[in-house]
């Protein structure tokens, strides 16, 4: 079933090319503070946009401008139909630049028109030349009405199966991340930091030296069960303490949900990068704290990084796939013969999906469609599901600690103690 | 007046800070002259989050205790606990010179210092090396293996090691109070001083003290330490719940239950309620009994099947033949004997300080089974020491820490 691409295996004694695609308004600024922050050199960093204008004020060092004919040059207005159009206009460019790369990061921010319309086609071509795509996607706060939302809900299902990985960050969830006093520029910044940190844990994770060398098969492994969903977090640490301090941290990432979404992870890939006077000790205890949050498979990769100031843990974890919460409506699906040649559904009529049915609808019968491509990869965003169910549980979080709000949670087998017991088990209190 | 040795045994608990002064009596008895507490501040889950007011309650246990036992504190033992406490047992070997072939005292902390060589991470500390067989050229059951005669000695351990700067806390804090520190132990070891005899150690016994901020339990299979562990879930979860689960202030929800609560969700009858009187920053409300007990159980029963799935994974549960001893605060929570009872599938005994003299009212009440534990264990390690006693040849079964 893992079919490795030929253009990985050539080269698979050198280090993979990563390019990170920034996708939209959103995208764009994100890559833009990527370039800022240093990592220009070492990373292909492209910006991809209808608008000309916010593409000439962006300083990522490559650039396409697409959907000159369709948005002509200027913004879709929250269209995915024209995004998608735009994207589909300018498939020769975009193929172009996306060449020989190996790990491509896609970043957007979803439901606007050209992140949710754009983006499934960049992903599905840079899938069709090969490489693994991890998609890093913030969802619309909730406030900026249905129709972002809808739009966003509907490139969520429709990336969750096109890419490898997709990991996504709701910004609703940025009002637990800063003060509620605080400014909005500064809670911005931080979400973008977060998305920032995480593309730089992953660029790292496959890039640098080490003993232990994350290779693109292991996070194939971490990916590859059908209809799963990643789950990211990282964290660093300085000093006597960092290797606790950063597994700490990394557990409690937003985007990992407290330690909550190791739980049920099928496999988690954990990757240490330190300065090369990391100790065994370290490892084991970075490694056995995250045992005790998972019984799924761990995949250590560790690199050695001369100038890294401190120690920094990346955890990478894939849940759900085969076994989910809810199995019956995928598995009676793939029962069903498959269309030998299904399009790939597109985003030239988007679909509103106001219920889980049809959200669901759509990705089941897409395994067989993979299973039939002869270029892909591996089958892994087949049936993958939209991870947001599983966050929204978590916004119980702040107000259900009680007592316990400021002190160290007690967290057992993947699960906060401090939470009321019958909260957690749902146990009906009438 | 004159007095027999002084031991005080301190507890820094999450409900309350306890001081236990006893006397240990020239026939070995131990007699409690008196005990001092005062109640907890800055402790949450065993472990001290104020360092300033946690320093206040040790004064104010320790001033307390010096009042009612009409005695000078000038040392105490100190239980530890915390979610940073764990356990593993290991089997140290050492090889006997030829020349000489007689075991000596020598030999036996070799072994003990073989078994210690392993990886524990950097930052923790040996709290305890508890001995639990002896074998001498592979001969099983050895009691005492001093003056014996053989080529290989080999020994199994139970080892407890905890963070060493959060041991450090609760040291500093005692020092601070005006206290030296002889010794730390924690608190599963010293409760199950006084809450197991050695009848029920050897057939089989699991101590389970259930605290205000954590649980510690020790498991004694054929007379040995077989496991011992800590859950930082207590008392104060079960209020926690309450409160959150009826929207209640933590204060109310703290005397709620104690005076009406039960772990037993059957006991109450439908349409039965209880009455909150309006108090200052409380406007009162009514509650229904069931929704009370059926939140208290939750917390309870997931309790107990988080440390028996802890204790299935580390030890035969057929083995235990004298059952289950619940001891700490939370052991007076009404029905919780028979919760314990439906998931470990095993006799359970609520049980306080046994074998010890004194005011009834203190040893009778769990809530100081830690505390006065720590002093029997003392008293134990005491009479170890002395080489001339009657049980000197005991070797040290508990393999002392050394002073912090």
């Known amino acids: 079933m893992l079919e490795i691409p030929r253009s990985l295996l050539a080269e698979s004694g050198s280090a993979p090319r990563i390019l990170i695609a920034g996708v939209g308004n959103a995208g764009v600024s994100l890559v833009d503070r990527i370039t800022l922050a240093g990592f220009g050199n070492a990373l292909d960093l492209l910006a991809v946009n209808t608008d000309g204008v916010s593409l000439g004020a962006s300083v990522a060092p490559r650039k396409v401008l697409i959907g000159s004919k369709t948005a002509r040059g200027l913004g879709t207005g929250g269209d995915p139909e024209v995004g998608a159009e735009s994207a589909e206009e300018a ?26 319309g754009a983006t499934p086609v960049l992903v599905e071509i840079a899938r069709k030349r090969g490489a693994l795509v991890v998609v890093l996607a ?55 930091e977060i998305l920032a940190g995480t593309i730089a844990a992953i660029f790292r994770l496959a890039s640098t030296p080490g003993p232990i060398r994350v290779t693109t098969a292991d996070l194939l492994t971490v990916f590859r069960h059908p209809g799963s969903t ?30 909550k979404s190791l739980l049920d992870a099928r496999a988690t890939l954990i990757h240490i990068t330190a300065p090369p006077d990391l100790r065994l000790a370290e490892i084991r205890a970075i490694m056995e704290t995250v045992a005790r949050h998972t019984d799924g498979h761990l995949h250590l990769g560790i690199g050695l990084d001369p100038d890294a100031t401190g120690l920094a843990v990346a955890l990478l974890a894939s849940s759900g796939g085969a076994v989910t919460a809810r199995p019956a409506r995928p598995a009676p699906a793939r029962a069903t013969p498959p269309p030998a040649e299904e399009p790939v559904p597109t985003f030239s009529a988007p679909p509103v999906p106001s219920t889980e049915e049809e959200e669901l609808a759509p990705a089941a019968p897409s395994t067989e469609l993979f299973d039939t491509a002869p270029f892909t990869v591996e089958k892994p965003g087949a049936a993958k599901k939209a991870p947001k169910p599983e966050q929204k549980t978590l916004s119980l979080d702040p107000i259900a600690r009680g007592r316990f709000e400021k002190s160290e949670p007690t967290i057992v087998g993947g699960e906060d103690l401090d939470v009321p017991t019958f909260l957690r088990q749902k146990i009906k209190l009438r | 007046m004159s007095k027999d040795r002084l031991l005080v045994g301190l507890e820094i608990g999450t409900f309350k800070v306890c001081a236990v002064v006893a006397e240990d009596r020239p026939d070995g008895s131990l007699r409690i002259l008196g005990v001092g507490e005062s109640k907890s501040v800055g402790i949450r889950k065993g472990e001290i989050v104020d360092f300033n007011s946690a320093i206040q309650c040790v004064r104010d246990a320790i001033a307390d205790a010096e009042e009612k036992a009409d005695a000078e504190i000038e040392s105490v033992w100190v239980a530890v606990t915390g979610a940073h406490i764990q356990s593993f047992n290991n089997r140290g070997v050492t090889i006997i010179p030829e020349d000489r072939g007689e075991i000596d005292a020598e030999d036996i902390r070799d072994v003990e210092g073989s078994a210690k060589e392993v990886n524990i991470p950097d930052q923790n500390w040996f709290i305890h090396t508890i001995t639990q067989h002896y074998y001498v050229d592979n001969q099983e059951g050895v009691v005492n293996p001093i003056g014996m005669v053989g080529n290989k000695l080999e020994a199994d351990y139970h080892i407890v090691h905890g963070v060493k700067t959060r041991i450090q806390n609760t040291l500093r804090c005692a020092k601070e109070a005006g206290v030296a520190v002889e010794e730390i132990v924690i608190n599963s070891v010293a409760s199950a001083q006084v809450a197991l005899d050695q009848h029920q150690k050897d057939l089989g016994a699991i101590v389970l003290d259930i605290g205000g901020g954590t649980t510690d339990y020790l498991v004694y299979i054929d007379g040995a330490v077989q496991h011992s562990g800590v859950l930082a879930v207590g008392g104060d979860h079960i209020t926690n719940d309450i409160s959150i689960g009826l929207r209640i202030p933590i204060a109310r929800a703290e005397r709620l239950k104690i005076e009406e609560g039960s772990a037993n969700p059957d006991e109450a009858s439908p349409g039965d309620t209880i009455i909150l009187k309006n108090d200052s920053g409380f406007s009162g409300c009514e509650i229904e009994r069931a929704m009370l007990n ?20 580390n030890c035969d549960l057929d083995l235990i033949r004298a059952g289950i001893m619940l001891t700490g605060g939370a052991a007076r929570l009404h029905g919780i004997q028979e919760v314990a009872g439906e998931v470990f599938e095993q006799p359970v005994h609520s049980v306080a300080a046994q074998q010890v003299t004194g005011p009834t009212s203190v040893f009778q009440n769990p809530q100081y089974a830690t505390a006065i534990g720590v002093v029997k264990y003392a008293q134990l390690m005491q009479i170890e020491e002395e080489p001339d006693s009657l049980f000197g040849k005991i070797r040290n079964i508990f393999g002392r820490r050394a002073k912090a």
């Open chain 2, 294 to 313: 059926r939140i208290i159980y939750a917390r309870v029963r997931e309790l107990f099947e988080l440390v028996r799935k802890d204790i299935e994974a």
């Open chain 1, 138 to 192: 913030t969802l619309p706060f909730s406030f900026e009405g249905r129709r972002r939302v809808q739009q966003a809900e509907a490139a969520q299902t429709e990336l969750a199966r096109l890419a490898d990985a997709f990991i996504t960050f709701e910004n609703d969830r940025m009002a637990d991340l800063a003060e509620p006093l605080s400014g909005v520029h500064e809670t911005f910044a931080m979400s973008d």
């Open chain 1, 230 to 259: 990643s789950h990211f977090g990282f964290g660093e640490g300085q000093g006597g303490n960092r290797a606790n301090e950063a597994v700490e941290r990394a557990l409690k990432s937003p985007l990992l949900t407290r330690g």
């Open chain 1, 91 to 116: 498939e020769a460019e975009i193929t172009a630049a996306l060449e020989g790369a190996h790990i491509v990061i896609v970043c957007a921010g979803l439901g606007g028109g050209v992140g949710s």
